[in-house]
C-alpha cells in the first residue's frame, strides 16, 4: 500500500479525520491523554505500594489487590461504556465517565483501610474506562487499517509518556506527600481531561448511526464478535501480551525494591526507562507499518516478547547475575506493547466499524481481565522470590503468539488484509 493511499480515510469509517494541523494536534492530545488513565491509575502510586501496604497494615498480596481492583473496573466499565457510546454518541458518556473518575480518586485518598481502598480503586477504573474504550471508538470512527494503526502508534506519543512520567512523578511525590497525595493528583488529573474533553473533542458518531437497541442488541454484538475467529485471536493476542506487562506492572515495585533493593526513586527511574520503549517502539510502527504490514509487525513483535519472557524466566531460575539482565530483558517485554497494542487492535476492529465501540469494549475486557487475573499470582510468593513474576511474563508471552499465528489465522478480506 503506498503511503498517499495508507492515509486516505477508507470508506467504512463513520467520521471525517480533522483538517487543520491545530485540529490534529488537539485531538491526538486528548484522545492520548484520555486513553492513558489505565497507566495513570495504576503507574503512578506504584512507587508507594510498599508503603501503603505498611501505612494499611496490609501483606504485599492485598495491596496487589488494589492494582487488581482498578483492572477489574477497567475492564467491566469497558463493557458499559462502549455499547452506550454506540447508542448515544461518544461524548456524552465519555464526560460522565471523566466525571466520575474524579470524583473516585478523590476518595481513594481518603480510604481508611485496605478493603475500603480495594472497593474503591474498582469504581475508580469502572469510571477510567470510559476514556479508554471510547478513544478507541473514536479513532475507528476516522481510520481503519492502516492508517487506523499509525494512528494508535501516534496516540502513543502522548499516552505513553503516562507510564514514563507517572511513577517518576510517583516517586518525587512520596518525597513530600503521602500514597494519598497521589490519588489528588489524579483527581486533579481528571478534572483537567474533563475540561479539555468537553471544550475540544467533537462527536464523531452522528445520530443516524447509533444503535437504539438495549441489552439483548449489545449482547448479540458481543456474542457475534465472540465468534469472529480474526477479532478474538488479535484480541487475545493483545490481552496475553498485555498479561506480561501486568505481571511486570504488580511485581516490579517489590522484586526490583525488596529482592535486589532498589530506592523507590530509583525504581521510578527504572520503570520510566523501559516505558521510553513503548514510546519509541510506537513510533517505530508508524515508519514501517506501511511496508510489513499491521499482522507481519504483530506476530513479530509477540515473538520478540515471548523469547524475552523466557531468557528472563531463565536468568531469575539461575541466579546470581545481578540486576542488570533483569531490568534489560524487562525492558524488551514492556517495549513490545508499542508494536503489540497499535497493531493488534487496528486489525481487531477492522472489520467492525458499525459497532467500534461495542468492539473496542470486548478488545479492552480481554486485556484488562488478564491484567487482572495476573496481577495477584505475582504476589503468591510475596516479595521473596522473582520466579512468579518472570514465569507469568513467559507463559503469557508464549500465549500471546499462539493466539496471534493460530488463531488469528483465518481468510479475510478488507482495508487491513490488503495491507498486511
Given at each position: 500500500m503506498s503511503r498517499i493511499a495508507a492515509r486516505q480515510t477508507p470508506p467504512d469509517t463513520t467520521a471525517p479525520a480533522p483538517s487543520t494541523r491545530a485540529e490534529r494536534a488537539r485531538l491526538v492530545l486528548i484522545l492520548g491523554s484520555l486513553s492513558a488513565f489505565g497507566p495513570l491509575s495504576i503507574d503512578m502510586y506504584l512507587p508507594g505500594l510498599p508503603r501503603l501496604a505498611a501505612t494499611l497494615d496490609a501483606p504485599a498480596w492485598a495491596a496487589q489487590l488494589t492494582l487488581t481492583a482498578c483492572l477489574a473496573g477497567l475492564a467491566l466499565g469497558q463493557m458499559l461504556a462502549g455499547p452506550l457510546s454506540d447508542r448515544f454518541g461518544?461524548?456524552?458518556?465519555?464526560?460522565?465517565?471523566?466525571?466520575?473518575?474524579?470524583?473516585?480518586?478523590?476518595?481513594?485518598?481518603?480510604?481508611?483501610?485496605?478493603?475500603?481502598?480495594?472497593?474503591?480503586?474498582?469504581?475508580?477504573g469502572f469510571a477510567g474506562a470510559a476514556g479508554i474504550v471510547i478513544a478507541r471508538a473514536v479513532v475507528r470512527d476516522m481510520h481503519s487499517g492502516v492508517a487506523a494503526a499509525r494512528y494508535f502508534s501516534l496516540l502513543m506519543l502522548v499516552n505513553g509518556l503516562a507510564p514514563v512520567l507517572a511513577p517518576v512523578a510517583g516517586g518525587q511525590l512520596l518525597e513530600v506527600t503521602s500514597w494519598r497525595?497521589?490519588?489528588?493528583?489524579?483527581?486533579?488529573?481528571?478534572?483537567?481531561?474533563?475540561?479539555?474533553?468537553?471544550?475540544?473533542?467533537?462527536?464523531?458518531?452522528?445520530?443516524?448511526?447509533?444503535?437504539?437497541?438495549?441489552?439483548?442488541?449489545?449482547?448479540?454484538?458481543?456474542?457475534?464478535?465472540?465468534?469472529?475467529?480474526?477479532?478474538?485471536?488479535?484480541?487475545?493476542?493483545?490481552?496475553?501480551?498485555?498479561?506480561?506487562m501486568f505481571a511486570y506492572i504488580a511485581g516490579s515495585p517489590f522484586v526490583l525494591q525488596d529482592i535486589y533493593g532498589a530506592s523507590p526513586q530509583l525504581f521510578s527511574v527504572m520503570f520510566a526507562v523501559n516505558a521510553l520503549g513503548i514510546v519509541a517502539a510506537g513510533q517505530l510502527n508508524r515508519a514501517v507499518v506501511g511496508r510489513f504490514g499491521p499482522r507481519g509487525i504483530l506476530c513479530a513483535?509477540?515473538?520478540?516478547?515471548?523469547?524475552?519472557?523466557?531468557?528472563?524466566?531463565?536468568?531469575?531460575?539461575?541466579?546470581?547475575?545481578?540486576?542488570?539482565?533483569?531490568?534489560?530483558?524487562?525492558?524488551?517485554?514492556?517495549?513490545?506493547?508499542?508494536?503489540?497494542?497499535?497493531?493488534?487492535?487496528?486489525?481487531?476492529?477492522?472489520?467492525?466499524?458499525?459497532?467500534?465501540?461495542?468492539?473496542s469494549a470486548l478488545l479492552g475486557v480481554l486485556q484488562f481481565s488478564v491484567g487482572a487475573a495476573t496481577a495477584p499470582l505475582v504476589g503468591v510468593a510475596g516479595s521473596t522470590s522473582a520466579l512468579p513474576m518472570a514465569g507469568l511474563i513467559a507463559v503469557m508471552g508464549v500465549g500471546a503468539v499462539l493466539a496471534a499465528t493460530v488463531v488469528a489465522r483465518a481468510p479475510r478480506s478488507g482495508p487491513v488484509a490488503a495491507a498486511a
Open positions: 461518544r461524548r456524552r458518556p465519555l464526560l460522565i465517565g471523566v466525571a466520575a473518575y474524579a470524583a473516585a480518586s478523590l476518595l481513594c485518598a481518603l480510604a481508611p483501610s485496605i478493603l475500603a481502598l480495594v472497593a474503591l480503586r474498582l469504581v475508580q497525595g497521589v490519588f489528588v493528583v489524579l483527581a486533579v488529573i481528571g478534572l483537567a481531561l474533563l475540561a479539555a474533553t468537553a471544550a475540544g473533542l467533537p462527536e464523531t458518531l452522528s445520530a443516524e448511526r447509533r444503535h437504539a437497541g438495549g441489552v439483548r442488541e449489545t449482547l448479540h454484538t458481543f456474542a457475534r464478535l465472540t465468534r469472529d475467529r480474526v477479532f478474538i485471536g488479535h484480541a487475545l493476542a493483545g490481552g496475553l501480551a498485555f498479561g506480561a513483535a509477540v515473538a520478540v516478547q515471548a523469547a524475552a519472557g523466557l531468557a528472563l524466566l531463565a536468568v531469575v531460575a539461575v541466579g546470581g547475575l545481578g540486576v542488570w539482565p533483569v531490568v534489560a530483558l524487562l525492558f524488551v517485554v514492556v517495549a513490545a506493547i508499542g508494536l503489540v497494542v497499535p497493531n493488534g487492535t487496528a486489525l481487531a476492529l477492522a472489520d467492525h466499524p458499525r459497532v467500534a465501540g461495542s468492539a
